[in-house]
């Protein structure tokens, strides 16, 4: 089998898209990664060498996250790439803008199109009507001459087949993992809460988070708010950094936080989640992000909104909470009675624990490998 993966995005589809390469090379299928340098983060980054030392074939050519007038160029060479290197059986596009290349695709020998979401741009609520309307209406073409679309959650699911009306026939649900094979170690613990100014005996809540609209951070800043006026041994740690960086420190001075939050900016540290005693998601939706599952291996309790994959990995009172989107008032009760409890924390700390075992890089490996003979195998 040979496989043409098209990516443009950063982040967890990159993630996403590493892990799943680096499984379909390990069984011996002929994988080509056509990727941008626009949105080149270091998730990505790491992800092109650990790919390049396995030979997987890769390909630079610039993609934009949004409809512009380099499409047509970008689709034009990744269409020359495809001639003089397929046939393919399977084009796979990850993301919007990747999707919509891959399944535009023509006359190239490609057996089946496959589009992984990541999250469809229309479960965004803050899209206007136009927009809304505008992008629905693209999935459901690109939908239409597509072969599959995999998607991550429940709730995506749910979208795809309600809201997109795509038909259930062509919706894979196949949930992310990680590879459970990495040893959890402790060794950073102590660094990082030293480094911060956090003490020991200091409950830490941390999220690891884009500092942008989607992520909405200031949900949980002001959830933190409440937490502190119930608890008082509690800090915060807030990894990532975007655009609403600035406008959120400006928030915890006025709501009198600014000694109480820590904003380290982005790290890369496989054993981060380690640092923390509690963590939180606040977005507005999500696919499935693969933060909740570093935090589940890690053997945290979790606090999040109702986002894409929450549900697949939290069950409410055994291993954390999930609160209504936007709802400042409910996060912060949830984490209020984590943060004041160590038995609870340790309680469900370890029923994360047992619960990642249902999570695997593998198992997501193998189930997109079935989708990918399922389509093949069609007359």
């Given at each position: 089998m040979r496989v043409l993966m098209i990516l443009e995005a950063g982040g967890g589809a990159a993630r996403h898209v590493v892990d799943l390469c680096c499984g379909l090379h390990d069984k011996g299928i002929d994988v080509h990664l056509v990727y941008s340098l626009n949105r080149m983060d270091p998730i990505l980054d790491e992800g092109l060498k650990k790919l390049a030392k396995l030979s997987v074939k890769l390909v630079s050519i610039p993609m934009i996250r949004k409809p512009g007038l380099l499409d047509f160029s970008s689709y034009l060479k990744i269409r020359q790439y495809?001639?003089?290197?397929?046939?393919?059986?399977?084009?796979?596009?990850?993301?919007?803008?990747?999707?919509?290349?891959?399944?535009?695709?023509?006359?190239?020998?490609?057996?089946?199109?496959?589009?992984?979401?990541?999250?469809?741009?229309?479960?965004?609520?803050?899209?206007?009507?136009?927009?809304?309307?505008?992008?629905?209406?693209?999935?459901?073409?690109?939908?239409?001459?597509?072969?599959?679309?995999?998607?991550?959650?429940?709730?995506?699911?749910?979208?795809?087949?309600?809201?997109?009306?795509?038909?259930?026939?062509?919706?894979?649900?196949?949930?992310?993992?990680?590879?459970?094979?990495?040893?959890?170690?402790?060794?950073?613990?102590?660094?990082?809460?030293?480094?911060?100014?956090?003490?020991?005996?200091?409950?830490?809540?941390?999220?690891?988070?884009?500092?942008?609209?989607?992520?909405?951070?200031?949900?949980?800043?002001?959830?933190?708010?409440?937490?502190?006026?119930?608890?008082?041994?509690?800090?915060?740690?807030?990894?990532?950094?975007?655009?609403?960086?600035?406008?959120?420190?400006?928030?915890?001075?006025?709501?009198?936080?600014a000694s109480l939050v820590v904003w380290p900016g982005y790290i890369n540290h496989e054993n981060l989640m380690e640092v923390f005693d509690i963590f939180a998601l606040s977005s507005s939706y999500e696919g499935f992000p693969y933060v909740l599952l570093d935090a589940l291996f890690n053997g945290l309790p979790l606090v999040s909104t109702q986002v894409g994959g929450a549900d697949m990995v939290i069950t409410p009172g055994k291993n954390g909470?999930?609160?209504?989107?936007?709802?400042?008032?409910?996060?912060?009760?949830?984490?209020?009675?984590?943060?004041?409890?160590?038995?609870?924390?340790?309680?469900?700390?370890?029923?994360?624990?047992?619960?990642?075992?249902?999570?695997s890089s593998q198992e997501m490996v193998e189930k997109c490998l079935d989708v990918y003979n399922l389509l093949l195998s069609d007359p």
């Open positions: 495809a001639r003089d290197n397929g046939p393919f059986d399977i084009v796979h596009g990850h993301s919007s803008k990747g999707g919509a290349l891959a399944r535009l695709l023509i006359g190239v020998g490609i057996k089946a199109k496959v589009y992984s979401a990541h999250a469809f741009v229309t479960m965004d609520t803050s899209l206007s009507w136009f927009e809304s309307f505008l992008y629905s209406r693209a999935e459901r073409i690109f939908a239409h001459v597509g072969n599959a679309v995999i998607v991550t959650s429940h709730s995506e699911k749910t979208h795809a087949e309600n809201s997109l009306r795509i038909p259930s026939h062509k919706t894979f649900l196949i949930p992310n993992g990680i590879d459970k094979s990495v040893k959890k170690t402790s060794n950073c613990r102590h660094d990082f809460r030293y480094a911060w100014g956090v003490s020991d005996n200091e409950v830490l809540i941390g999220t690891v988070t884009r500092l942008v609209e989607q992520k909405a951070p200031h949900v949980l800043l002001g959830a933190f708010a409440e937490v502190v006026k119930r608890v008082s041994n509690v800090r915060l740690v807030m990894v990532g950094d975007g655009p609403l960086r600035q406008q959120l420190m400006e928030d915890a001075e006025k709501l009198g936080l909470f999930i609160a209504p989107c936007n709802d400042v008032e409910q996060m912060g009760k949830f984490l209020s009675t984590l943060s004041c409890d160590d038995n609870l924390r340790n309680e469900m700390g370890r029923a994360s624990l047992a619960k990642s075992k249902k999570f």
